[in-house]
């Protein structure tokens, strides 16, 4: 890679850590406003670690347990299951 390639991919990795930063704000705001509004006593999150621990820190109100598996194609009944089960 010449070296503006190299600018051009360093420029693009940043527009998209910001976007994802932006985006996991928006989607923990929504979430908080909706357990503070049906009155949740906790949250469970579901995915990668490094990932539940980003998004986790956008989230407020309520107790967080987090489930570091990813489901991949299991039927959503089932991935509630394995959530309870721990």
């Not at 929504?30 to 949250?43: F, G, L, M, Q, R």
């Not at 539940?52 to 299951?81: A, M, R």
Request: charged share 35%; proline share 2%; glycine share 6%.
């Amino acid at each position: 890679m010449t070296g503006s390639e190299t600018n051009k991919k360093d420029e693009f990795q940043e527009r998209f850590e910001a976007n994802q930063q932006r985006w996991l704000k928006d989607l923990g705001t929504k979430i908080s406003k909706k357990a503070k509004k049906n009155s949740w006593k906790e949250t469970y999150l579901m995915g990668e670690k490094s990932s539940l621990s980003e998004f986790e820190n956008h989230l407020s109100e309520n107790e967080t347990k987090k489930v570091g598996k990813n489901p991949g194609k299991i039927e959503p009944s089932k991935i509630i299951n394995k959530v309870i089960a721990g």
